[in-house]
């Protein structure tokens, strides 16, 4: 490990009265900068979907190739994610997140500058792997910054970063491709990268105790019953992290793998629906970037409010997932047999999928944390992530390639297969809540 990015050490404590001032502004400042640096590693990620059908006409690419490039993507994310998520959780957030983001700035503008189809496949599986410093070091810094009681609830707040950096990349993305052409998609967002990176430096923190805070449970004396401050604050060897919290964990294995299909259902219409509505529902560029736009902001209200219920239920994070997934197995359904030539309604259940999807994608990371510990969350994270990306990879690279063999009936008959995969298998983690 890198020994500048290692945690920063613990400092002498505040008095009481400071630590009464300084904890809720801290607490603020670690979730605004965690919320607007990771709505930034969504528009350097998932840029290329929107201006897809532009790229593929200036360079000569199929569908199934820029396919390729967004599995590639993918794979090294998920990858990443588990790996980046076990050094981020013996890395500083403040250094490791702002690192993150100028890597896949760097690799951003490099994939503009590419027409070279093996160049590109190999950039963006480079950006796949930067991508995973995002989500662990902002884990890490919510899991030592919001305690238990709250954590439905604060990383609702959180994750709705998602929604608004994946919204705002559509629309971004589109403009900038249309205004200078396609490879603007990634230079725009490859500035916005470096300047909050800069920004991160300033702003963000490692843990309470790195700035004479106590910590989180102590604050907020919110111990379980028998717990001690020792038992969450001491760092974990590596087999306590890889084996105890992840490996010979029966119920982490069952929240992973029903993510791998939620994560179909997420992806799907973020990778496919821009060119799916230019090619059968008659949209055009900007209306398919206002899909993913629609897709992503409906997530906004039931992030949060679900993320409160799963907590006023006791961590049930389960049982809230296989709820959602209902309404969205009944649009991805509607899209499959309804006929063209009523975009309204198309643009309405890709609204509807949004709204429902975003909590379970929000409440299975969460999951990962009730399932460990705060000093495993990123590996956790990565491990329930891993599945998740291998999930989108089978989707960018196979469902491009049903669509050009049997059309897009194909594809989408697929996705409501995994649908109803993603519901099987959340039914087995109804009754799981945080551990003590």
């Known amino acids: 490990m890198l020994s500048w990015l290692r945690p920063a050490k613990h400092i002498t404590r505040e008095p009481n009265a400071e630590v009464d001032v300084k904890y809720p502004r801290f607490r603020w400042q670690v979730l605004e900068a965690t919320f607007i640096g990771y709505t930034v590693f969504y528009l350097t990620r998932n840029n290329l979907a929107p201006i897809r059908p532009e790229m593929q006409e200036a360079l000569g690419l199929s569908l199934a190739e820029t396919g390729d490039f967004l599995a590639a993507t993918a794979i090294s994310y998920g990858?990443?994610?588990?790996?980046?998520?076990?050094?981020?959780?013996?890395?500083n957030?403040?250094?490791?997140?702002?690192?993150?983001?100028?890597?896949?700035?760097?690799?951003?503008f490099c994939f503009g500058f590419s027409s070279n189809y093996w160049v590109m496949m190999t950039l963006w599986a480079m950006n796949?792997?930067?991508?995973?410093?995002?989500?662990?070091?902002?884990?890490?810094?919510?899991?030592?910054?919001?305690?238990?009681?709250?954590?439905?609830?604060?990383?609702?707040?959180?994750?709705?970063?998602?929604?608004?950096?994946?919204?705002?990349?559509?629309?971004?993305?589109a403009a900038a491709a249309g205004s200078f052409g396609w490879q603007y998609a990634f230079f725009v967002p490859g500035l916005i990268a470096i300047v909050t990176a800069i920004y991160l430096l300033l702003r963000l923190r490692d843990t309470p105790q790195?700035?004479?805070?106590?910590?989180?449970?102590?604050?907020?004396?919110?111990?379980?019953?028998?717990?001690?401050?020792?038992?969450?604050?001491?760092?974990?060897?590596s087999y306590e992290l890889f084996v105890e919290n992840i490996l010979l964990n029966r119920s982490l294995w069952i929240v992973a793998l029903a993510n791998f299909f939620v994560y179909i259902a997420r992806y799907s219409p973020i990778d496919l629906g821009p060119s799916y509505l230019r090619a059968v529902r008659g949209a055009d560029a900007m209306d398919g970037g206002y899909s993913t736009l629609i897709l992503e902001w409906a997530g906004i209200p039931s992030t949060l409010l679900l993320g409160w219920v799963s907590d006023k239920l006791g961590g049930r994070r389960g049982l809230v997932s296989l709820l959602c997934m209902l309404p969205v197995f009944l649009s991805f359904l509607g899209l499959w047999l309804l006929p063209a030539g009523y975009l309204w309604l198309d643009l309405t259940l890709f609204g509807v999928i949004g709204f429902f999807i975003y909590p379970p994608v929000m409440l299975l990371g969460v999951a990962g944390l009730d399932l460990t510990s705060k000093k495993a969350v990123g590996t956790a994270a990565g491990f329930i992530g891993l599945f998740g990306y291998i999930g989108r990879t089978v989707e960018s690279a196979v469902f491009g390639r049903l669509v050009e063999?049997?059309?897009?009936?194909?594809?989408?008959?697929?996705?409501?297969?995994?649908?109803?995969?993603?519901m099987f298998l959340l039914l087995f983690t109804i009754n799981l809540r945080p551990r003590a």
């Open 79 to 91: 990858i990443g994610k588990f790996f980046m998520g076990a050094w981020s959780d013996r890395s």
């Open 93 to 108: 957030p403040r250094l490791f997140m702002p690192l993150g983001l100028l890597l896949t700035a760097l690799v951003n």
């Open 128 to 173: 796949g792997l930067f991508q995973g410093m995002g989500w662990p070091p902002c884990g890490r810094s919510l899991g030592h910054w919001f305690s238990e009681n709250e954590r439905g609830t604060m990383f609702a707040v959180w994750n709705i970063a998602h929604n608004v950096g994946g919204g705002l990349v559509g629309v971004l993305a």
């Open 210 to 237: 790195s700035i004479g805070l106590p910590p989180i449970q102590e604050y907020r004396n919110d111990y379980p019953a028998g717990g001690k401050e020792h038992d969450h604050e001491r760092e974990l060897g």
């Open 405 to 422: 063999a049997g059309g897009w009936g194909d594809a989408l008959l697929a996705m409501v297969a995994c649908t109803v995969a993603a």
